[in-house]
Structure formats: structure tokens, C-alpha cells
């Protein structure tokens, strides 16, 4: 049997797909499902930044002053649009590979994410320690 | 669900930043019901995909979700930076 036995899904492909995933073969359909539940993943963790942003802002009003909340806000809303963003090109690219049979990308959100956690974690680290009693 | 909680959460700004606001609850519920609307399509494709062994991918839906979020973050960011806060 052919490796690529799916050439009528080709067709049932949409424009913009035929467009942006040329090439290659359709991958197993559970493949194709899991990519697209990691992409949820990262909308679910861009989704909570960006709700943690807004939360820095309108709850933190009497803790922190207002350049530093302004700052951390505007961190985790940057983090939330770098993750949703870049959450759509790792699935692409991921797509990619599986059609094309080649080994997954690695995922540069990762550790952008884990810079950018790191970098507001140690932000409100040395808030706590710095303030006054 | 994600995004009807991002909506709730972007409510305790309403007090604070005005009507414009209201822009990103009401993208935010647009795009909740959106999602909430077209799942049972998404999810009779996925039988059938499953089913036939082919699926094509959900390129449009994907990049919509992504942009929806994209576009709330930089909405969100505009607020902070150029809105002033109200008494």
C-alpha cells in the first residue's frame, strides 16, 4: 500500500490550508487532534496571562505603586500576545513536520514563556523584600 | 470557558478605564460564543476524520482563536498604557 493513501483529504482541504501546508502526506488524524490540543493548551496559558495582567492592574492598586504595576501589567500582557501568537506557528509548524514525516520543532514559546515568568516572578521576589514593613 | 472567565476578569477594569472596555468583554463573549457555536461542527469533523483515518487540519478556526487572543492582548495593552484611570 502507498504511504500517502489520503489524496482525496488533499482536496477536501481548504484554500488557505492548501496554501499554507503544501506538500506531503495527511498525518494520522489522532496526530493532527493532539497538535491542535497543545495549540488549546497554550491559548488556555496565554489566556490566564492576560487575565493575570488585568488582575495586576485593577486589584493591586493599593500594593504596588503605579509604575510597577503599569510595568508588570504591560509584562504579562506582552507574554499573553508573544504566547497566542507564537502558539499559532508552533502548530503550523508542527503540522509541517508531521506532513512532511520530518522531526517536531522545538517549541520557542517554552522559553520565552519560562523567561518571562521568571523575570515577573523575580520582579514581585524583590518587591516583597525591598518594601517597608 | 477561557475566554468567558478572561471576559469576567476584564469587567474589574470597567470602573476603572470607561466604556472602552466594554471593546474587550465584548470581544472576548463574541469570541467565547463563537467557539461555544461551532463546536458540535468541529467535533463531527473530528469523528469523521477519525473515522475515515484523513483529517484535514483546522487552519481558519486555529489562526482565528490566535488572533482573537492576539488582538485582546494588544487591546489590553493600549489600556494600560494610554488610558488613564478614572476616580
Given at each position: 500500500?502507498?504511504?500517502?493513501?489520503?489524496?482525496?483529504?488533499?482536496d477536501?482541504?481548504?484554500?488557505?490550508?492548501?496554501?499554507?501546508?503544501?506538500?506531503?502526506?495527511?498525518?494520522?488524524?489522532?496526530?493532527?487532534?493532539?497538535?491542535?490540543?497543545?495549540?488549546?493548551?497554550?491559548?488556555?496559558?496565554?489566556l490566564?496571562?492576560?487575565?493575570?495582567?488585568v488582575?495586576?492592574?485593577a486589584?493591586?492598586?493599593?500594593?504596588?505603586?503605579?509604575?510597577?504595576?503599569?510595568?508588570?501589567?504591560?509584562?504579562?500582557?506582552?507574554l499573553?500576545l508573544?504566547?497566542g501568537?507564537g502558539?499559532?506557528?508552533?502548530?503550523?509548524?508542527v503540522?509541517?513536520?508531521?506532513r512532511?514525516?520530518?522531526?517536531?520543532?522545538?517549541?520557542l514559546?517554552?522559553?520565552?514563556l519560562?523567561?518571562?515568568?521568571?523575570?515577573?516572578?523575580?520582579?514581585?521576589?524583590?518587591?516583597?523584600?525591598?518594601?517597608?514593613? | 470557558?477561557?475566554?468567558?472567565?478572561?471576559?469576567?476578569?476584564?469587567?474589574?477594569?470597567l470602573?476603572?478605564?470607561g466604556?472602552?472596555?466594554?471593546?474587550l468583554?465584548?470581544?472576548a463573549?463574541?469570541?467565547a460564543?463563537?467557539?461555544?457555536?461551532?463546536?458540535?461542527?468541529?467535533?463531527?469533523?473530528?469523528?469523521?476524520?477519525?473515522?475515515?483515518e484523513?483529517?484535514?487540519?483546522?487552519?481558519?478556526?486555529?489562526?482565528?482563536?490566535?488572533?482573537?487572543v492576539?488582538?485582546?492582548?494588544?487591546?489590553?495593552?493600549y489600556?494600560?498604557?494610554?488610558?488613564?484611570?478614572?476616580?
Amino acid at each position: 500500500m502507498p504511504e500517502n493513501s489520503n489524496t482525496g483529504a488533499k482536496d477536501a482541504r481548504g484554500r488557505l490550508a492548501s496554501r499554507l501546508l503544501r506538500g506531503g502526506t495527511e498525518p494520522d488524524p489522532r496526530f493532527t487532534l493532539a497538535n491542535e490540543r497543545t495549540f488549546l493548551a497554550w491559548i488556555r496559558t496565554s489566556l490566564a496571562l492576560l487575565a493575570g495582567g488585568v488582575a495586576v492592574e485593577a486589584f493591586m492598586a493599593g500594593l504596588l505603586g503605579p509604575e510597577l504595576r503599569k510595568t508588570i501589567a504591560v509584562l504579562l500582557l506582552v507574554l499573553a500576545l508573544v504566547i497566542g501568537g507564537g502558539s499559532f506557528f508552533r502548530w503550523l509548524n508542527v503540522e509541517r513536520a508531521m506532513r512532511s514525516n520530518t522531526p517536531l520543532p522545538l517549541p520557542l514559546i517554552a522559553p520565552v514563556l519560562a523567561i518571562g515568568g521568571a523575570l515577573v516572578a523575580a520582579i514581585m521576589v524583590v518587591f516583597v523584600i525591598a518594601r517597608p514593613a | 470557558m477561557a475566554m468567558v472567565v478572561a471576559a469576567a476578569v476584564f469587567l474589574r477594569w470597567l470602573p476603572h478605564h470607561g466604556w472602552f472596555v466594554g471593546t474587550l468583554v465584548g470581544g472576548a463573549i463574541a469570541a467565547a460564543l463563537a467557539i461555544n457555536l461551532t463546536q458540535k461542527h468541529r467535533f463531527h469533523r473530528a469523528v469523521r476524520g477519525i473515522n475515515r483515518e484523513t483529517m484535514p487540519p483546522h487552519i481558519g478556526s486555529t489562526a482565528a482563536v490566535a488572533a482573537s487572543v492576539v488582538v485582546l492582548a494588544l487591546l489590553g495593552i493600549y489600556t494600560v498604557l494610554f488610558l488613564p484611570l478614572q476616580p
